[in-house]
């Protein structure tokens, strides 16, 4: 493992920034991660795909870029095996492989971006599957006494796009690797979401296998979500409210065809999407950033913005609409330096 100085993070954030890193390193194994502590090197900042993360200034200590690799079945049962995958694995081609393999389980989660390692942070989630749903348990170095701890999934404390690591263990691990609980046919699919059904059916799919699922998922993320390689952008920027029922009520006095989705407890999710395009944020575009035409919750770079530019049209958006409805949205995305 080498050490390097200067290094600009402009091939390893999704948002297109070219921001530096004081020192940069690739770890491919736990023993290059235990040298990158011996360097004694501070702030350690740990990076997988860099497709959650906004960087609004140079990053100051050691940027260790998780290469951690391997997929290995480590127990057999009768109707579903556990694999445990290196955190630097890339999720997508995670996903391919126990297509390939037949396993189920993950196929909903096709096509997200970034690592394995960081997929538990924030219970990645998409067309009705969370990682939790699949998670057995994870391994994760400290980044202080560089020793190996097993986190189980009730420890994780897992929610929406959220978990312990971004909370009260944020920033004090290195995730290696995750163990995932996946099932042998026959599956049990998850198809009940709208645009998956409707793709499947265009597709002329009536009994559909999990690979089918997949390409579905690909086809749909393809056709709505900006590319990273072409816009910068980290996906959902926010995270959909969730509100006291009379907050709803509040806006369906003014908005009667506000969508929003039952929560336990009777709480409410509204979704921010929603919220943003009522706003009038939609489309719009400030200097080189901007609100994405087809999805209101992905702000993009078009080009030579800078961190700091994206987070004040985040915020700008957060402002604009907490005046218009009284609901503060949050980021999803992991802003550096935190606020
Ligand atoms: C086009 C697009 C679509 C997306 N769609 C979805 C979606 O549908 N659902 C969804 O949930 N997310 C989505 N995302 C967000 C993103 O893909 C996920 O959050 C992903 O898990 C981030 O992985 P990463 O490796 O890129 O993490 P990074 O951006 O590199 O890191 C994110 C955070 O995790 C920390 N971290 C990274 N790796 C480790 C590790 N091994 N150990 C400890 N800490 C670590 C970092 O320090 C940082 O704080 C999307 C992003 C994009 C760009």
Not at 219 to 227: C, G
Request: charged share 20%; glycine share 10%.
């Amino acid at each position: 493992m080498k050490i390097l100085q200067n290094v600009s993070l402009l091939p390893y954030n999704t948002f297109g920034l070219d921001i530096k890193a004081e020192h940069f390193a690739e770890i491919s194994s736990v023993d290059d991660l235990r040298a990158g502590l011996r360097a004694g090197i501070q702030p350690i900042f740990l990076l997988g795909g860099g497709s959650n993360v906004l960087f609004t200034q140079d990053v100051e200590g050691l940027v260790l870029k998780n290469n951690l690799r391997g997929i290995q079945v480590i127990r057999e049962f009768k109707n579903k095996v556990w694999v445990e995958v290196g955190g630097g694995e890339v999720w997508h081609e995670f996903v391919l492989w126990a297509v390939a393999n037949n396993y189920g389980g993950v196929e909903n989660l096709s096509l997200i971006p970034g690592t394995v390692g960081a997929a538990p942070i924030q219970n990645i989630g998409a067309y009705g599957v969370e990682l939790k749903d699949v998670f057995v348990r994870l391994n994760a170095l400290n980044l202080t006494t560089g020793k190996l701890k097993t986190f189980n999934h009730s420890v994780c404390r897992f929610g929406y796009r959220d978990s312990i690591f971004k909370r009260e263990e944020r920033g004090k691990w290195c995730i290696t690797s995750v163990v995932f609980s996946l099932t042998k046919a026959p599956h049990r699919l998850n198809t009940t979401y709208g645009d998956v059904s409707k793709t499947l059916e265009s597709n002329g799919i009536i009994s559909p296998s999990i690979a089918d699922i997949s390409r579905a998922v690909v086809q749909i993320r393809s056709s709505k979500l900006p590319d990273p390689a072409k816009i910068g952008n980290c996906g959902s920027f926010f995270k959909n409210p969730e509100t006291d029922r009379s907050v709803l009520e509040r806006i369906l006095a003014t908005h009667p065809q506000a969508p929003h989705y039952p929560l336990p407890e009777g709480r409410v999710k509204i979704p921010a999407g929603w919220l943003i395009e009522q706003c009038g944020w939609k489309g719009k575009r400030v200097g080189n950033t901007g609100c994405y035409e087809r999805q209101a919750l992905v702000v993009v770079n078009y080009g030579g913005a800078t961190g700091e530019e994206v987070k004040n049209l985040a915020e700008a958006i957060i402002e604009s609409v907490e005046r218009g409805f009284g609901v503060r949205l949050e980021a999803e995305v992991n802003i550096w330096p935190p606020l």
